[in-house]
């Protein structure tokens, strides 16, 4: 993937800079915008949440090629196509819904972010529970295995 088309607006701050150190549910963390989108802030601070899109910079290994795979390699579970799982994508691009904790300047504080120091960030979004959530959204039974 050539990341070199991407307008990066921002670089994630904390400690953790090994994927194998990330919790799952991710941790407190610093986004720094760059100061040319300081007033794409305005109005943020209302929110919650928010949606952060990343570009997962370290991976070092290619994209996933399997179509078709066990979840987690889990041969217990049913084979599923790659856009059924959450895994490896063909596009290194990360989503992640977190908890806005405050604005500073250019500085957005957030809690739950499961990205590493330093990943680049592509997009921030407002998260809108009426949009965002849908009502009797329905899984496989495999996934609450």
């Not at 915008?33 to 949606?51: D, N, P, V």
């Not at 806005?100 to 972010?113: A, H, P």
Request: hydrophobic content about 35%; aromatic content about 8%; some cysteine.
């Amino acid at each position: 993937m050539d990341s070199s088309n991407f307008d990066y607006i921002a670089k994630v701050k904390n400690e953790i800079n090994d994927i194998a150190k990330m919790p799952i549910l991710g941790v407190k963390s610093e986004v720094s915008i760059q100061s040319k989108y300081l007033q794409a802030l305005h109005g943020l601070e209302g929110y919650s949440h928010i949606i952060i899109i990343g570009y997962l910079h370290k991976i070092n290994e290619k994209p996933s090629k399997k179509l078709i795979t066990h979840p987690n390699g889990d041969t217990s579970l049913p084979k599923q196509g790659l856009f059924a799982l959450r895994g490896r994508r063909p596009n290194l691009i990360s989503f992640t819904v977190c908890k806005l904790l405050s604005i500073n300047n250019v500085t957005i504080i957030v809690d739950k972010l499961d990205l590493l120091n330093e990943t680049p960030i592509l997009d921030v979004k407002p998260y809108l529970p009426f949009y965002d959530s849908i009502e009797n959204a329905t899984m496989p039974k495999w996934t609450y295995s």
